[in-house]
């Protein structure tokens, strides 16, 4: 295992790339306007990163364009397809100490995490989509013997990828890898607070065979780069992840544009019940602690509001309290770490002004509530537990996006349901009980895109992703995921 000292001589010796990709070469924005790339950790600069605004996409859509039409990419044959995305895995792999460096130093996630979590699923995500290329037949339609009809998808054209900073590189992969996968040219924008990786990406997708133009990376803010790309008349789709208010924006972009394609993985409220014939107390109280903690809590699906039977949810809170207090809180180059710092300054007023406004609302402190660590310069918050919480407090109804978890007690499964559902969003679900009948009964009326029975956000590259209501639209992951980038087209042969 590297060590805490190893990891940190790394980090000043790094040199990450900060100029946008476009058209396979890397170049300042065009107004050479830059911003600062911070450490979570330290609340120090990073990088001075450049900065894209609308004519910097418009530049991106052109190339991307242009690398469509001519072919370069979507008319080679699938097998030299699939030849380049694993090449690109292999490349992300042998470059995994970076990249996970890269990503711990802009988000202050824990190293660990890093290389455990992001980076073998960011390379399983490009093998496998690789694999899908040449192993995906079209239709032939049941007409009449005089008449020939076949389905064929195609790719839809040029594809903006807008990713958020939780889990960068691996967001990215969701969208990236199906996207080429099946033919299209990429604009990937990253979130300003983790932009390296992204970049990093873009040199090794180059390196792997990928023609000039077919990948593009242009980091800016969101009202720059990120309006631009959702208004740009010749983008024909964006796959977006990030907050509920921001994927409705994307969609009046559309509107107002050019009707693009928009395929959303936006907010959560995730329910996680505990049925009092729970198979396992004490591994249910630490999926319940890891499943709203785990990455600080900075996670779409967290299961952030805890619904515990009242019978024992006494007991079941007090295991859950022991498992965070138990947490390490730290340095994120430390492989001992096991929570890092949360994205930024803005990240921390936000879930510091959600716990005191819990408070003021009545729900009752039971550990955790305050920023740590201070003395660091960084953003480092106390994973947080409410007791007393009712569904109508802005607590369990708002996403909060950080290490801050609300206990809910309920009498019957049907009380527990209805709590359940009683929220705008709908992207996760858990529930664990011995009854084979409640179990299949959650399943079918949770209104969430995933549901755990006895564990929690347990997932695979093979399943899809995606949400009900307000946590959006579309799925990433599996084969579901090759329809957002593919247009159906069918073919109609009439015989003599």
Same mark, same amino acid.
């Given at each position: 295992m @590297? %060590?805490?000292?190893?990891?940190?001589?790394?980090?000043?010796?790094v040199q990450p790339q900060t100029d946008a990709l476009i058209d396979?070469?890397?170049?300042?924005?065009?107004?050479?306007?830059?911003?600062?790339?911070?450490?979570?950790? @330290?609340?120090?600069?990073?990088?001075?990163?450049a900065s894209c605004m609308a004519e910097d996409v418009d530049r991106a859509a052109k190339a991307a364009r242009t690398a469509f039409e001519d072919g370069r990419w979507r008319n080679r044959a699938p097998r030299e397809r699939k030849r380049v995305l694993l090449?690109?895995?292999?490349?992300?792999?042998?470059?995994?100490?970076?990249?996970?460096?890269?990503?711990?130093?802009?988000?202050?996630?824990?190293?660990?995490?890093?290389l455990s979590v992001d980076l073998p699923s960011t390379v399983n995500t490009f093998r496998w989509y690789a694999e899908a290329i040449d192993k995906v037949y079209g239709e032939v339609a049941p007409t009449p013997a005089n008449s020939l009809a076949f389905i064929t998808r195609e790719p839809i054209g040029v594809v903006g990828v807008v990713v958020p900073w939780n889990f960068p590189l691996y967001m990215a992969s969701w969208k990236v890898a199906?996207?080429?996968?099946?033919?299209?040219?990429?604009?990937?924008?990253?979130?300003?607070? %983790?932009?390296? %990786?992204?970049?990093?990406?873009?040199?090794?997708?180059?390196e792997a065979g990928l023609p000039p133009g077919v990948l593009n990376v242009v980091p800016g803010y969101g009202e720059h780069a990120g309006q631009a790309m959702g208004r740009h008349?010749?983008?024909?789709?964006?796959?977006f992840t990030g907050s509920t208010e921001i994927g409705k924006r994307f969609l009046v972009y559309a509107g107002e544009s050019n009707m693009k394609r928009v395929s959303l993985e936006t907010g959560g409220k995730s329910p996680h019940i505990i049925c009092?014939?729970?198979?396992?107390?004490?591994?249910?109280?630490?999926?319940?602690?890891?499943?709203v903690f785990f990455n600080q809590g900075q996670v779409c699906s967290a299961g952030s509001r805890l619904l515990v039977q009242r019978e024992i949810q006494a007991e079941f809170v007090e295991r859950v309290v022991r498992i965070a207090e138990d947490m390490r809180i730290g340095d994120p180059l430390d492989p001992q770490t096991q929570l890092g710092a949360v994205v930024d300054g803005t990240q921390l007023g936000r879930v510091t002004g959600f716990v005191e406004r819990a408070c003021a609302e009545g729900a009752r402190l039971r550990t955790g509530g305050r920023p740590v660590l201070v003395e660091s310069g960084g953003f480092f918050f106390e994973?947080?537990?409410f007791c007393d919480v009712t569904n109508d407090i802005e607590l369990a109804r708002s996403e909060v996006f950080g290490p801050v978890l609300a206990?809910?007690?309920?009498?019957?499964?049907?009380?527990?349901?209805?709590?359940?559902?009683? @929220?705008?969003?709908?992207?996760?679900?858990?529930?664990?009980?011995?009854?084979?009948?409640?179990?299949l009964r959650a399943s079918k009326e949770l209104r969430a895109g995933q549901v755990w029975i006895n564990n929690y956000d347990a997932g695979d590259i093979t399943v899809p992703w995606g949400g009900f209501k307000q946590s959006g639209n579309g799925r990433d992951k599996s084969l579901h995921a090759l329809e957002k980038y593919t247009e159906v087209k069918a073919t109609w042969i009439e015989m003599a």
């Open positions: @590297t %060590s805490k000292q190893t990891w940190h001589r790394l980090a000043e010796e396979g070469e890397f170049a300042p924005a065009i107004r050479g306007e830059r911003f600062d790339s911070i450490n979570p950790a @330290t609340g120090r600069s990073l990088a001075s990163i090449r690109l895995a292999d490349l992300i792999e042998s470059h995994r100490d970076e990249l996970a460096l890269l990503e711990t130093l802009e988000v202050g996630k824990p190293i660990s995490d890093a199906p996207a080429l996968a099946t033919g299209n040219s990429v604009i990937l924008k990253p979130a300003e607070q %983790s932009s390296l %990786s992204a970049l990093l990406l873009g040199r090794l997708a180059l008349p010749d983008i024909d789709a964006i796959a009092a014939d729970a198979p396992d107390l004490e591994r249910a109280a630490h999926a319940a602690a890891w499943g994973p947080t537990v206990v809910l007690a309920f009498d019957g499964i049907d009380e527990a349901l209805r709590i359940a559902n009683d @929220t705008r969003f709908g992207l996760g679900a858990g529930i664990w009980t011995r009854n084979i009948d409640t179990a």
